[in-house]
């Protein structure tokens, strides 16, 4: 069950002027639930975007890439559940390009304009036919305040749709943004994770706007890990519709920008860790915390390392304190510590330090915060200043289950 | 249960001239098991090995380093099961010590003669009194004919002891090498596993021992993974008694070196694979191959990209062929692939070409692979001559339930 994570309350989902959604429930894998997404941009729109890393990344992440960099204004954004369309060699990028065409003859644009991503079982071919009956379908419905239904229809093995809203003020104008996600397995992104969408109606030039989405992704979707698995389809958009009254950004150094970017940033956080909340299996949140080192990247190595671990992750799941595991995968991480130097946090409670366990702790007081369904371990190296946090979650039997039966 | 692997039959396991073998019961953890083990070597032995990477090392790991480098000729190992005696800072320096200290005593050695090897739960003090009480046990019952009473006593969750014997002749003259290793989780070695302990009694000079451990673990021991955490206390030791008939060998590049560095290689990747096919929670035993690649290190890289994904374990354990998983982690491996080049097979079955599935690939052909118990993943990436083998296995309910209650 998730943790510590309620669906979104209904009326906190805001519009965006500029964004229109619609659904279907197109078959792609099972029947009668949502699993296509259209979003129709406002003409005057900027969007931007990071994609996974991985080699064999999916035949729409390719599309994407293109047609961003092809600088024709995006018009429409499409999204399948239930099949990945990764791993599908040429046909695969013939579905993707036949899908993004079948939606610029639907809304009078050019194929070029349209942005397609999908979700799912790798390897298999994307039924084509399907998508392109559940089409008119989803345009059919377009409307403004569907972000909820969005929200359900690009979900996997999620449990709970993942949704937020925020509002801020530029220059004295009001701005909203609205983001949803989906996620729960395959999570150790490696720029974003898949599938993420974040709109404003801010007015945002292009350049600045993959500034900030590269930014907010570093510090949310980036930092997570469900069980170390890097998916092929990994995406974050940021779209900005401009259809606010708020003037356009153009100064990458201005308050406006940096406002703006600070609540994108929250809003992609809060995304990130509903989707570590409803980790495959997961019974526990975990911040994990690495202070004191000398670079983002080594606090990060370690961090990843813990994070990782079966072994922690098992027990967390158990509530058992056994915390020489977490020392063991600080020690592994690849870092060449000074043990002796390292303290380890568990909560407000110290566990470890001068090499071994501290004096001071008990066992009562770990067990007391290992039962707690929100931890955070937080690891001293004490040899520089910079730190870095990763949020993961433990690892249970329903994590086998989920993922021994996922295709069935 | 483990995969594929029986204990060694009656009257396999060949005694080594010059090591004797004493067992006790020492209540290290539980009662009424064997836990405690002394080997006894005869002066002129010599004896090199290779350590865990991990900087959490264990204090054992630290005091037999120390005395392996003392120079003086080691008479004696001793290793206790139950507790790790890592991530104990100071105090478990000290009882290391006394360890070698007590056996010295009894053997009338010096303490630095002596090996202290440890293994179980980490950061908990080592139960001194229970292991001083039981050393003059395992003295007294010091005998060569005990290697199956020896591989009982250093195993923790193994279900099945671990031990073999091979025989080889150097110049005309039968050598014997017999070895016993334990380890079924915290299973990602980076040097050896916990722990291995090989016995020949050809006579080798020092430095060529040390060269020849260091060959056998890297073709073995650091070939494996069940979970993917490296060991705080991973230790393999190779042992030469020289009481064979054999001339010693002095000659690195001698046929003597390279036949007797063959057979111990041969011990140590039976071990190594043994430990694997009795990993925690294993249904089956994978090999996985990466071929055509420009170096080693790539190879290895992608290969323990396979072998480390949950996903892909929980796919073997389910015995379903999803296997897009196994393209997501090579892509996620960090190499920078063609992958229109790379060839995925599992066993003989060609499944995926041109970066999708192979034309020819027909889902029965996997699925009468994957409800194999023994399973080969072969990964070609056409872009060199260089190749690498890892051994691990599936990822199943059992590997949670084993870890989620390990102390208790």
């Known amino acids: ?75 429409a954004l499409v999204v399948n559940t239930g099949n990945a369309n990764a791993g599908t060699g040429e046909q695969g990028l013939a579905a993707a390009h036949a899908t993004c065409a079948e939606i610029a003859n639907l809304l009078d644009c050019e194929a070029e304009q349209v942005l397609p991503f999908s979700t799912g079982v790798i390897m298999e071919a994307l039924p084509l036919p399907q998508i392109i009956a559940g089409l008119p379908i989803c345009v059919a419905g377009l ?26 003020t530029l220059a004295g104008k009001t701005v909203t943004i609205t983001g949803i996600a989906k996620g729960s397995g395959m999570i150790h992104p490696n720029m974003a994770t898949m599938l993420g969408y974040i709109a404003t109606d801010a007015a945002v030039a292009q350049p600045l706007l993959q500034q900030m989405v590269k930014h907010a992704s570093d510090a949310s979707f980036n930092c997570i890990t469900v069980d170390g698995d890097t998916s092929t389809n990994d995406a974050l958009m940021l779209i900005a519709t401009g259809k606010s009254e708020a003037p356009v950004i153009t100064d990458a150094q201005g308050a406006a920008f940096e ?24 019974t526990k949140f975990i911040t994990i915390k690495v202070e004191g080192g000398k670079s983002v990247a080594e606090c990060r190595q370690i961090a990843y390392a813990v994070a990782r671990s079966p072994l922690v992750k098992t027990a967390f799941f158990a509530s058992d304190p056994n915390l020489g595991r977490i020392l063991a995968a600080i020690g592994y991480a690849g870092i060449d510590l000074d043990v002796q130097r390292l303290k380890l946090y568990l909560d407000d409670v110290l566990v470890a330090e001068h090499g071994g366990r501290a004096a001071s702790y008990r066992e009562e007081d770990g067990q007391r915060v290992m039962q707690q369904s929100d931890i955070t371990v937080r690891v001293v190296l ?11 979650c433990d690892f249970s039997y329903d994590y086998v289950k989920i993922n021994a039966s996922y295709r069935s």
């Open 1 to 75: 069950m998730p943790v510590n994570l309620q669906p979104p309350a209904a009326g906190t989902l805001l519009p965006i002027n500029g964004v229109l959604l619609g659904t279907a429930e197109a078959s792609i894998k099972k029947p009668n639930r949502k699993d296509l997404l259209v979003m129709q941009l406002t003409p005057q729109a900027t969007v931007a975007g990071v994609f996974t890393q991985n080699r064999f990344c999916a035949a729409p992440v390719i599309v994407a890439r293109e047609h961003l960099a092809s600088g024709k204004g995006i018009r």
């Open 259 to 282: 406002k703006l970017q600070a609540a994108v940033t929250e809003v992609a956080i809060l995304l990130a860790q509903a989707i570590v909340r409803d980790g495959e299996g997961a």
């Open 143 to 168: 409307r403004e305040d569907n972000w909820l239904n969005a929200a359900h229809a690009i979900m996997t093995t999620d449990i709970i749709a993942k949704a937020v809203s925020r509002q801020t």
């Open 382 to 392: 004490e040899r520089g200043v910079a730190s870095a946090t990763v949020w993961t």
